[in-house]
């Protein structure tokens, strides 16, 4: 049977297809999709887990103890789960063991661009790269018994463009594979000096054996074309840049296409070298494969003319290799309007962002989620962006640079700190922030924004919606008391309606005047849950045009539901779900709350 499958929703099927029994992960764009469809399979057990570090750890646990498992992650959440990869490298599998690494040339939705491919170099892990939906399939199906193969677990890289591209997938049925014994083994599964040391040595046996394997594997594969002038070496979706770049010529252009892609195949990418007269490495963001070419001494065409930076399209590898218009791909007259990113309409976290601009002598210091929005005009109060759970270790930095620094002799007087992180970023690897702030005594001032779901990854549950994967009821976990057992008075932690801008902006004020670590966790769900939709799916704002006197003032929250037009205010109905925030800013109560919450 054929399907038309994304390459995320390729990958879940071949898991399960390939045997998975366990599946962990954390949901980050563009990897959120496989473990959302991962869920769907009965067969395997699978589970959000709180970060990608536990997720590796989960996956890892399940592997030694004889079942076939598998981490997914964003590119970023493989810095989180690098402490347990690495080992893992040493310790190796039982049952066969697949960590996902998404990555997201072109910076998409991450706030870097990293190639995770050096840390197959660096920790010594067997990687694959798939170059369509298909090979999504078939090479993560196969992924699980090449790691009990090589006692080792797998890298498998994707990129944005794969996770979200479609393709035709010949479907196949599940292999069913018992869970292996398990045998206590601490010389191979305790990591101590005096076991680590010999599994160092056998890591460097098993390289050699995956080396051959990539020379004669099925995953690595020339295609010889009629001449051998040109010969191209790609890999993932730079392979099918290259193609379509070169369709024009037909087959008198050869390739060597890269699907086992460490450790490299030094012999098979020396033989096709020796028999084209141009050599091309196309690939996008670091010269990994080019770099190995070269020090095989082979010369080749690469990081000289193809970007460093961003995707690769057919067009950019057809004017940088080519020079040449020629074999244009298809192109619209119609261009898109611009579309800044911006805060959803009856946002919660909008009135809190709204509440903090009123300070002029704050940092706001952010994370990663959809409250890192509020850097945008007209709101401009987040200050830094780090990484996931920085908001308050990063808070806890810039209180304790302002303190050394006393009165400044110029630039901005800061009296205040407040971090901002969302309830999974909390989850995720906030906690342990917090903790430091308290022990360390900084006088830092978190905002927690609780929607209630991670939004910004497509709404996934976490921690706190008191919901598993696949929907079961599960304990939820209470921010208020967590934030207490990190040691924060119960008085300085409180909740807050970030609807009521009255109210709030009170309780802000106390936490702007404490003198020790203090919590406010915002209580309004994320607009776009449809049970929050549902609900207020009757509702919205209105003007009376009559006491509107045109000062713009609700402008100032960032509503898209709000525009000036023909010289005066808007609100689109379609878009509005009645939160008030824009009413409660109008100085003279030209706007109101129109319609009935449905039950």
Known sequence: MKEIMTGNEAIARGAWEGGCHVAAAYPGTPSSEILENVSQYKEIDSE????????????????????????????????????????????????????????????????????????????????????????????????????????????????????????????????????????????????????????????????????????????????WGSERKIGIIANGVSYQHAREAFEDMGDSVSFLKLGFTYPLPDKLIEKFASEVETLYVVEENEPYIENFTRQLGIKCVGREKLPAVDELNAGIVRGALRGSESAKGYSVDV?????????????????????????????????????????????????????????????????????????????????????????????????????????????????????????????????????????????????????????????????????????MEKDIKDAYNADEVSVLITTQPCALIKDVQRKRANVHCAVDQNLCIKCKGCMRVGCPALSFRDGHIEIERSMCNGCTICAQVCPKGAISQVGEFND
Not at 56 to 73: D, I, T
Not at 102 to 113: K, L, M, T, V
Not at 342 to 369: N, Q, T
Request: aromatic fraction near 8%; hydrophobic fraction near 35%.
């Open 335 to 503: 261009v898109s309007p611009p579309r800044p990113p911006v805060l959803c309409p009856g946002c919660s976290h909008r009135g809190i962002a709204f509440a903090l601009s009123k300070y002029k002598d704050i940092v706001v210091s952010g994370d990663i989620g959809c409250y890192t929005l509020a850097v945008m005009p007209p709101l401009n109060v987040t200050d830094s962006v780090i990484c996931m759970g920085a908001s308050i270790s990063a808070g806890s930095g810039f209180s304790k640079a302002f303190r050394k620094a006393g009165e400044p002799a110029s630039g901005k007087k800061v009296n205040k700190v407040f971090g901002m992180i969302g309830d999974s970023t909390f989850f995720h690897s906030g906690i342990t922030g917090l903790i430091n702030a308290v022990v360390n005594k900084s006088p830092v001032a978190l905002c927690i924004v609780d929607n209630r779901i991670t939004a910004m990854t497509g709404h996934q549950e976490n921690p706190g919606t008191g919901r598993t994967i696949s929907g079961e009821p599960t304990q939820r976990i209470d921010l208020v008391s967590l934030c207490v057992a990190c040691g924060v008075k119960p008085e300085n932690v409180r909740k807050i309606d970030p609807y009521d801008l009255k109210s």
């Open 48 to 223: 959000w887990s709180t970060n990608e570090k536990v997720a590796v750890e989960v996956a890892s646990g399940a592997s030694l103890g004889g079942a076939r498992a598998l981490a997914a992650m964003k590119h970023v959440g493989l810095n989180v789960a690098a402490d347990p990869i690495f080992t893992m490298s040493y310790i190796g599998v039982n049952g066969g063991l697949v960590v996902i690494t998404a990555d997201d040339p072109g910076f998409f939705s991450s706030q870097n661009e990293q190639d995770n491919r050096w840390y197959a170099l660096h920790a010594k892990l067997p990687m694959l790269e798939p170059s369509d939906s298909q090979e999504c399939l078939d090479f993560i199906r196969d992924a699980f018994e090449l790691s009990e193969r090589f006692d080792a677990p797998f890298l498998f890289r994707v990129t944005t463009r794969i996770c979200h591209s479609k393709t035709i997938v010949e479907l196949g049925e599940r292999t069913e594979v018992p869970i292996k014994p398990y045998d206590r083994d601490p010389k191979k599964c305790v990591m101590q000096p005096s076991s680590a040391k010999p599994r160092r040595y056998f890591i460097e046996t098993r390289e050699k054996d995956m080396r051959e394997f990539s020379n004669n594997c099925k995953y690595n594969r020339v295609e």
